[in-house]
């Protein structure tokens, strides 16, 4: 079965730093990955997401996330965060499933901005 | 165009009764998922639908149940309901496989 591991609950950034958020994944076949964004008491945002192709995906809001088989990695990065990047992230692995994907998807990163 | 939508935003129910939560689709979306997610965690699998036929489910009771409308809209329901059912329930539709999904701003369920 397919798993994902976000393996930082928490982060803490100053505004105008760069920021990495790690998801390593588990799964047999070639996965569909995915980001999203979810604000305070809000459903989720697709930022990006990778299906086949170039491995470095560009996404909204100036994020972007390089799929690394060899590490079974997707991580998401961006050169300069901005205070209203602040929100939990989460990071999905897409399966088929009848014929669309199911997700399933890591227990999330929640990022904190400080001036 | 309007997002996925979904009624109402917030309730609460007592431990045994039943509930029904409804979701509307983008114009043209035949796909609608249902996930569960419990507050800390992210979201779960609970039921797939397209073209008004279940595609999948996820490890959850036969308490949960969701049927698809010709309209594409579809209900989640829950009986029985116990305190632990308490969560965001997010509905997501999608227009073709490997477009992605798009969430609605989700029900939050209290169960007192």
């Known amino acids: 079965a397919q798993s994902v591991t976000q393996p930082d609950i928490h982060i803490t950034v100053s505004e105008g730093a760069s920021l990495e958020l790690r998801c390593n994944y588990s799964y047999g076949a070639t996965p569909y990955l995915f980001w999203y964004v979810q604000s305070p008491g809000q459903g989720l945002q697709l930022l990006l997401k990778?299906?086949?192709?170039?491995?470095l995906v560009q996404g909204i809001k100036g994020f972007e996330a390089e799929f690394k088989r060899s590490q079974s990695s997707f991580n998401l990065r961006k050169p300069s965060v901005h205070w209203s990047d602040a929100a939990e992230y989460f990071c999905?692995?897409?399966?088929?499933?009848?014929?669309?994907?199911?997700?399933?998807f890591g227990t999330g990163t929640r990022l904190t901005i400080i001036p | 165009d309007a997002g996925v939508t979904q009624s109402p935003t917030h309730l609460i129910k007592t431990r045994g009764q039943q509930v029904t939560l409804r979701c509307s689709p983008i114009s043209g979306h035949k796909s609608v998922s249902w996930y569960q997610q419990v507050l800390g965690q992210g979201p779960q699998f609970i039921f797939q639908?397209?073209?008004?036929?279940?595609?999948g489910r996820g490890n959850f009771p036969d308490r949960f149940s969701a049927r698809q409308f010709p309209n594409y809209s579809s209900e989640l329901n829950v009986n029985a309901l116990l305190l632990g059912d308490s969560a965001l329930y997010l509905c997501?539709?999608?227009?073709?496989?490997?477009?992605?999904?798009?969430f609605g701003s989700g029900t939050r369920l209290t169960v007192v």
């Open positions: 990778y299906f086949s192709g170039d491995t």
């Open positions: 639908y397209y073209e008004k036929e279940e595609r």
């Open positions: 997501a539709s999608s227009l073709a496989k490997r477009t992605g999904y798009t």
């Open positions: 999905a692995v897409g399966v088929e499933f009848f014929g669309n994907e199911k997700l399933t």
